[in-house]
């Protein structure tokens, strides 16, 4: 992979240090090198065979700090709860014409939820939704009842957390102008949501490797026992 010169120079600024163990240091030098409005990414190797469908890691959570941007939210769902979702903040809210704009290749949003009672309406367009996480699923708390409440955590910061089949997780914990103090609560938030989600089944080191970056960054590995506790 060809890096930009900028990327090159702080990889070589870094040195070392991108061994760093500390949590708190590693936000400190990843900050320094972003830019406002880049995001502050976590990568989580874990010791799980996703193969076994007992050992898949997913989950959500709300980052106490917030993601600092403003999601744009669809709810796919039929009039007696559109009013409900408009209320609590949805930026689209409809059923046929939105799914129409959906297979038509309309795509503006960031969160898509959906009713149970419409979820056959919404399967039309799920190799649409599938490959880009936007499908509302019941295990994302997507596919809900209370789409009062499904919007409002959505607006308030809820991320998912997801291992891929290689059995990592990508994540973000906020933005590079957040302050290390909010990064650090998010961060360690999501960490704690994650071990708590181990698997029964699994044997040995649970988190192998973490690693903190910026979106136009260098990475900092960070020391998995420094969140064992």
């Not at 930009?4 to 702080?10: A, G």
Request: proline letters at 5%.
């Amino acid at each position: 992979m060809k890096r930009s010169r900028r990327y090159v120079e702080q990889r070589s600024t870094l040195g070392e240090a991108r061994r760093v163990v500390d949590p708190v240091a590693a936000i400190k030098l990843v900050k320094e090198l972003a830019r406002d409005w880049e995001s502050i990414d976590l990568d989580i190797r874990l010791g799980i065979n996703t193969r076994k469908p007992d050992q898949n890691v997913r989950g959500t959570t709300i980052l106490p700090k917030g993601t600092g941007r403003d999601p744009r939210v669809v709810v796919l769902c039929k009039e007696d709860k559109a009013q409900e979702a408009r209320e609590a903040g949805a930026d689209h809210v409809g059923l046929d014409e939105l799914l129409d704009k959906i297979s038509g290749g309309w795509l503006e949003f960031d969160v898509a939820i959906a009713t149970p009672d419409v979820m056959k309406n919404v399967s039309k367009v799920a190799k649409i939704l599938g490959p880009r996480g936007l499908m509302p699923n019941p295990k994302s708390g997507t596919v809900v009842v209370d789409v009062r409440q499904a919007v409002s955590e959505a607006k308030a910061g809820k991320v998912e957390y997801r291992a891929d089949k290689t059995g990592i997780i990508h994540s973000s914990v906020g933005k590079a102008h957040f302050s290390a103090d909010d990064l650090r609560e998010n961060l360690f938030h999501l960490m704690d949501a994650i071990i708590k989600a181990r698997p029964s089944s699994v044997r040995g080191q649970y988190v192998k490797s973490i690693y903190l970056s910026a979106t136009q960054s260098p990475s900092v590995r960070l020391d998995p026992s420094a969140f064992q506790s």
